[in-house]
């Protein structure tokens, strides 16, 4: 079997009841040969997603499964994405689905623009919520006031190996797609946003997301704290006392000391 072009690594904690739509809204893609799965099982304890998982191995022994003790969100995406043959890197949480344009689209973009190191697009909502989840271009002005880009994006796993993965210290999960995200733009990774509808994202009362945006304060001194990041905090403070800021010539002069300081290729 020749090498995957792309490992799509999907992280599930107690998430049983959702992985089966996961993991079949990818599992007839057309070129089966060009794709692996992964599972994490990041230590559920619900008997109803131990069920699932092994109902999963059961049927689709040509998936990677794996079961290890609770390590949280970052671990388990590190631990999948070590492991992953791939060549570039789709994570998907175990309760949305992909789809299979965004698949073709991300591989040939990378394969096509060796200087392009992300692929990103739309989701549309499901669950308690419909309509499109529009993103948009990698801006570090707006990357730095909220992130706006799913962590179900196509990046290369050589960008991964470079900054050391997810961050496994995050003192909250839920936030460690943006960490990454504002890590891989302050070393100039090239981000390339297609505005297509590239995954399904399901909306659901309580989940993570929502606890991280519960601490989101704790998240983002933690993560503006750390030493590559640190010289965005008065970026950051700036936009927040005036937003329009970043449509004046003036930003443009403020954000060059910054450009500067860290000789990197930042988008704004």
């Known amino acids: 079997m020749k090498q995957p072009k792309v490992s799509i690594i999907i992280t599930c904690y107690n998430l049983g009841v959702f992985l089966d739509e996961a993991v079949t809204s990818i599992l007839n893609y057309p070129d089966k040969d060009a794709i ?7 230590g559920s304890t ?3 997603t131990i069920e699932a998982i092994g109902k999963i191995e059961a ?8 079961n290890q003790n609770n390590q949280g969100l970052g671990n388990a995406r590190n631990n999948g994405i070590a492991m ?5 890197i789709i994570p998907l949480d175990a309760d ?9 689209t991300a591989i040939k973009i990378l394969d096509e623009q060796q200087d392009i190191d992300i692929v990103h697009g739309n989701a549309e909502f499901f669950g308690e919520k419909t309509g499109i989840w529009k993103a948009a271009p990698f801006n570090i ?8 880009i799913d962590a179900c994006a196509c990046f290369r796993k050589s960008v991964w190996e470079e900054l050391g993965g997810y961050d496994t210290q995050m003192p909250i999960m839920g936030f460690e797609d943006w960490d990454l995200w504002l890590r891989m733009g302050v070393h100039g990774c090239n981000f390339e ?3 297509t509808v590239f995954f399904d994202y399901r909306v659901r009362e309580i989940s993570m997301i929502t606890h991280a945006w519960e601490n989101r304060q704790e998240l983002i001194d933690y993560m503006f704290s750390k030493q590559e990041l640190r010289y965005l905090l008065p970026l950051r403070n700036c936009l927040i006392e005036n937003k329009q800021l970043k449509e004046e010539p003036a ?5 060059k000391i910054f450009k500067n300081k860290t000789r990197r290729r930042l988008k704004f």
């Open 251 to 255: 930003f443009k002069e403020i954000f």
């Open 36 to 42: 692996e799965i992964i599972i994490i099982n990041d």
């Open 141 to 148: 002005s707006e990357m730095v006031l909220n992130n706006y």
């Open 193 to 195: 946003y297609i505005n």
């Open 59 to 66: 049927d689709y022994p040509e998936l990677i499964v794996v």
């Open 84 to 88: 992953a043959k791939g060549v570039y």
């Open 46 to 48: 619900e008997p109803s």
């Open 96 to 104: 949305n689905k992909l789809r299979h344009e965004f698949i073709i």
